[in-house]
């Protein structure tokens, strides 16, 4: 064997490599059985009881094992889960602002005790082992008013948590099976995947853009902007369960694709999926956003106009306020807020409520459910809305309805009436 001064690094004039910022809590969590160890943990797996996770819980759950969600380990107990919804921290008092739960019915966890080990399937298959060491009835109503500022079902947050299961269980995971899950685009990476592509990259600072969105100029100018102040940026589109008028993930990715393709400096520009789901809890949810793609390696991140937002449940700078009032609470991740992006016609560019000086009558912006009616009627998009290599993949798609439709297994159970939105990131 060699000695262990051959394993020291030779001297170089190469600066230090770039550390990338530490993770929320301060260490990634690592979840993932080890390769040599999966076998007898599937072997084991076998031998308990399986309770089928929904897509939701299975993106959660995924999420926990990767470390997306450090520092949690599990899912939450009462005690975490109660701390979070009325203080937005951990019991140890860590920021965390969404409570990461476990809900089933009480059919499913009847006669489930503390302490004994149940394995949670996806799909037919096991993937991960839950240690339980709690089991509680979910104070739903008054959570979703904690959590959400209302209780009215018809916002899809409040629907996904008041159906999702009475009961919950909480505990550590054991994921035994690959860090994927079946469907997930190839795009996806794990916060240690991302963050070793960052530090090969040599970038001291990341921007993180959150999105569930097709890709407008608006958007474009924002990671612009981000891309002028930092070395780089994570491109990192929500591909979980969205609301079903959100258009469906893949075609979101192609958009994205075009984008890159054409305009962004592939160098500078790291793109990988989110497989979150979306709560649209506004000003918590900008906060959850924030402090997992700090997970993910990002030390800014950016912050739109009614930021997960749904409806008219949130003021458009909510989420910017929420941010800005946590900054001394272990926050960390630098926030970049964003006022609306539009195209002035008098500016003759791309620009927003901080840096236009003209009337709203100047600015060129589409809601939503104008692009949606433009796309279904076959009219084009304005090439100072969208760029026509993006335009062209949403007009085809709408040729064919089915293409726009999200299948029903990515939907979330409600789908509220939306009033018009405004461009959203
Ligand atoms: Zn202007």
Redesign the pocket.
Known sequence: MTTSAQHLPAATDKPAPARTIAPHGGTLVNRIVAQERREEARKEAASLRVIPLNARAASDALLIATGGFSPLEGFLGYESAKSVVESMSLRNGTLWPLPVLLQLGRDQTDGIRFGTRVALSVEGECVTTLEVTDRFAVPGRDWAAKIYGTSDEAHPGVAALLSSGEIALGGTLEWFSEPRLAGLPAEWQTPSEVRAEITRRGWRTVAGFQTRNPVHRAHEYVLRTAIEVTDGLLLHPLVGETKAEDLPAPLRLRCYRALLDNYLPQERVLFAVMPAWMRYAGPREAIFHALVRKNFGCTHFLVGRDHAGVGSYYGPYDAHHLLRSVAGRGLDIQPIFFDEVFY?T??GSM?SGRT???PKE?HLGLSGTEVRRRLREGLPLPVEFTRPEVAAILAEAFRQPAAVDQPAGNRQPVAPAQPPEEARA
């Open positions: 002035c008098r500016c620009a236009c000086a003209h100047d």
